[in-house]
C-alpha cells in the first residue's frame, strides 16, 4: 500500500489531450514522478510541514521579542506573514489528505470518537467532483503560489533597494525585516538573517519544490486576488496606522500619484508572476509527458498479449 502506483495516464490521471481529467484534490496528493511513491510523498510532505511549523514558532518568538513591537494586529495586515500564514495552511490541508489518502483510504469504516473526527477532518473532501469546490481550492493554491512569488520580488527588488537609498534603520520603521541585505548570515546577527531568509525566500522556494516534485495540478486559472490584498491592506492602515508597504503611504514616496503608480505595478506583477507559475508547471508536465507516453505504450502492449 505504501508503495501505490501514480496517477498516470493508464489507470490513473489522463494525458495532457484527454478531455477527462481527475479532481484538483486527488492530483495534490500524487506526485507526477515514478521516483516519488506515496509512502515518500507523505514523507516529504511532513517534512515541510515540520519546517514550515517550526519556522512559524520562531518567526512569532522573533516578533515578540524585538524592541519595536507594534500592535499585534498590525501583523496580520503584513503582506509577507500573510503569504507565509497561506503556505503553512496549504501543506497543512495537503498532507492531511495524502496521509489519509494513502494509510486510511477507507474514513468511513471509523465510526465515532475522536479519531474518527480528526481523519475525517484530515481526508480528502467527499464530493471531489465538485466544480465548485475544484474552483475554490485551486483558487487558493494559486493565490499561495502566486503571493510567495510576489513577496519575494517585492522584497529583494523594491524594498531593499529603497531601503538602502534612504539609509534605512530597521528599528525605525517597517512591520518585518525590511533592513538592508543580509551580510553574514553564520556570524552575529544570523537569527535574524535567518527569518528573513524565511519570511521573503524559503517560502517561493517551497512552492517551486511543491509545482514540479510534489502534485500532479494542472495550470489552474488566473486570480484577481492582488487587488483584494490592496483592499484588506487599506484596512490594516485604517485599523493600526501601519503601512504594510512603503509605497502605500504617501509621504514616503513624495505624491498620491506616486501611490498610485505603485499600485499599478503591484497590481500588474500578480499576472507576470502567475505566468512563471504557469511556466513552471509546464515545465514539469513536459518533463513526466514522456514517461506517461512510455507507460500508456508498455500497457497498450500487455493488453494486446492478453
Same mark, same amino acid.
Request: glycine share 6%.
Given at each position: ?31 507526477p514522478w515514478r521516483w516519488i511513491p ?40 503584513? *503582506? +509577507? ?7 503553512? %495552511?496549504?501543506?497543512?490541508? /495537503?498532507?492531511?489528505?495524502? $496521509?489519509?489518502? =494513502? ?121 484577481? *486576488? +492582488? ?7 487599506? %484596512?490594516?492602515?485604517?485599523? /493600526?496606522?501601519?503601512?504594510? $508597504?512603503?509605497? =502605500? ?21 500578480a499576472p507576470i508572476l502567475y505566468v ?31
Open positions: 500500500m505504501d508503495r501505490a502506483p501514480l496517477l498516470n495516464a493508464v489507470d490513473g490521471l489522463p494525458g495532457p489531450n484527454v478531455l477527462q481529467d481527475h479532481p484538483a484534490f486527488l492530483r495534490a496528493t500524487h506526485s506515496q509512502n515518500v510523498l507523505v514523507l516529504f510532505r511532513g517534512l515541510v510541514l515540520a519546517y514550515l511549523i517550526a519556522t512559524g514558532v520562531m518567526i512569532i518568538d522573533y516578533i515578540f521579542s524585538r524592541d519595536t513591537f507594534f500592535p499585534l494586529p498590525a501583523y496580520f495586515f503584513d *503582506f +509577507a506573514i500573510d503569504s507565509y500564514i497561506l503556505v503553512l %495552511l496549504y501543506h497543512i490541508i /495537503t498532507f492531511g489528505w495524502t $496521509f489519509t489518502h =494513502l494509510y486510511y483510504p477507507h474514513v468511513e469504516d471509523y465510526d465515532g470518537g475522536l479519531e474518527s473526527r480528526v481523519l475525517a477532518m484530515m481526508s480528502l473532501p467527499r464530493h471531489m467532483s465538485c466544480l465548485r469546490r475544484q474552483f475554490y481550492f485551486t483558487l487558493f493554491y494559486t493565490v499561495t503560489v502566486v503571493s510567495a512569488f510576489m513577496n519575494s520580488v517585492i522584497y529583494f527588488f523594491i524594498t531593499i533597494p529603497h531601503n538602502e537609498n534612504d539609509g534605512f534603520d530597521d528599528d525605525d520603521d517597517g512591520l518585518l525585516l525590511i533592513a538592508p541585505p543580509i551580510t553574514d548570515i553564520l556570524g552575529e546577527g544570523w537569527f535574524q538573517a535567518y527569518i528573513r531568509l524565511a519570511l521573503y525566500a524559503i517560502p517561493s522556494a517551497i512552492m517551486i519544490f511543491e509545482m514540479l516534485w510534489l502534485n500532479s495540478i494542472k495550470r489552474p486559472i488566473l486570480t484577481v *486576488f +492582488a487587488g483584494l490584498y490592496l483592499g484588506w491592506a487599506a %484596512l490594516g492602515i485604517y485599523l /493600526t496606522g501601519r503601512y504594510p $508597504f512603503f509605497f =502605500l503611504d504617501e509621504d514616503e514616496v513624495g505624491s498620491r500619484e506616486a501611490v498610485v503608480a505603485y499600485i499599478i505595478g503591484f497590481l500588474a506583477l512563471l507559475m504557469q511556466g513552471f508547471i509546464a515545465l514539469r508536465e513536459g518533463l513526466t509527458r514522456s514517461q506517461a507516453e512510455e507507460r500508456a505504450i508498455i500497457a497498450a502492449q500487455e493488453a494486446l498479449e492478453t
